[in-house]
């Protein structure tokens, strides 16, 4: 089945010490997204890449960096974790067109997340 | 930015019965899903329903774009439909299909 996955499913860390959380899909989206999601709260969209073309929000901090080395992949780098950083991070795929129409909008899957834990 | 709340904030049920879960947002959306978190806290989808009606077994939602919101209706409710409800939207002119989540309804049934 096509899907989004997600690994590890638990991260442990230490403060400081970068960590890698990767996604991988074969739904050949050509979206893919980086939520965080703290407890209790909603997912908060960290960034997206669309192709090749990577999306910052605004508010992301620069201690998260993201690859997308193709299509397949996407990583999400934290360089040096806070004790505030310690969540659950959510991948997401979307197909995503450029007729400038309704049907440009998709829906968008989700893996099952990876849990970061900071110590 | 768009607004979109969700209610009510809490819901307690007991099982067998039926229930409607309520999405309003503040603009036109080119896109609207509902997922269903579960304890392990992953997305599920649910629904794809910018607009117009659908069901899947006990589960059906309808979005009337024109007065901006959404229902999930849940019938003959199990336990394990209990977790975090959340409607998501994507804003018009939304770049790259992102989405806008609402607080959520988190559903708890009783056996």
């Known amino acids: 089945d096509a899907m989004v996955i997600q690994n590890p499913r638990y991260q442990v860390t230490q403060f400081g010490k970068p960590v890698t959380l990767s996604c991988s899909q074969t739904?050949?989206?050509?979206?893919m997204y980086w939520y965080q999601q703290k407890s209790s709260q909603a997912p908060k969209l960290l960034f997206h890449?669309?192709?090749?073309?990577?999306?910052n929000e605004a508010d992301t901090p620069d201690n998260f960096q993201s690859r997308r080395p193709n299509t397949s992949f996407c990583f999400l780098d934290i360089r040096s974790p806070g004790l505030g950083d310690a969540a659950m991070y959510l991948c997401?795929?979307?197909?995503?067109?450029?007729?400038?129409?309704?049907?440009?909008?998709?829906?968008?899957?989700f893996g099952p997340g990876t849990r970061l834990t900071v110590l | 930015g768009i607004q979109v709340e969700q209610s009510p904030p809490d819901l307690i049920l007991q099982e067998g019965a039926n229930s409607t879960l309520r999405c309003n947002f503040s603009?036109?959306?080119?896109?609207l899903q509902w997922f269903h978190q579960n304890p392990w806290g992953q997305l599920i989808n649910l629904f794809y329903i910018p607009s117009g009606t659908k069901q899947n077994g006990r589960l059906s939602a309808t979005t009337v774009a024109t007065e901006r919101y959404s229902l999930l209706y849940i019938s003959s409710s199990q336990t394990t439909d209990s977790g975090v409800y959340f409607c998501?939207?994507?804003?018009?002119f939304g770049n790259g299909n992102k989405l806008v989540f609402g607080a959520g309804t988190i559903l708890r049934v009783k056996s």
């Open positions: 603009d036109s959306v080119n896109n």
């Open positions: 739904l050949n989206h050509n979206v």
């Open positions: 997401a795929t979307s197909r995503v067109g450029l007729s400038g129409g309704a049907s440009d909008y998709n829906e968008q899957f």
């Open positions: 890449y669309y192709d090749k073309d990577f999306n």
């Open positions: 998501a939207v994507v804003p018009p």
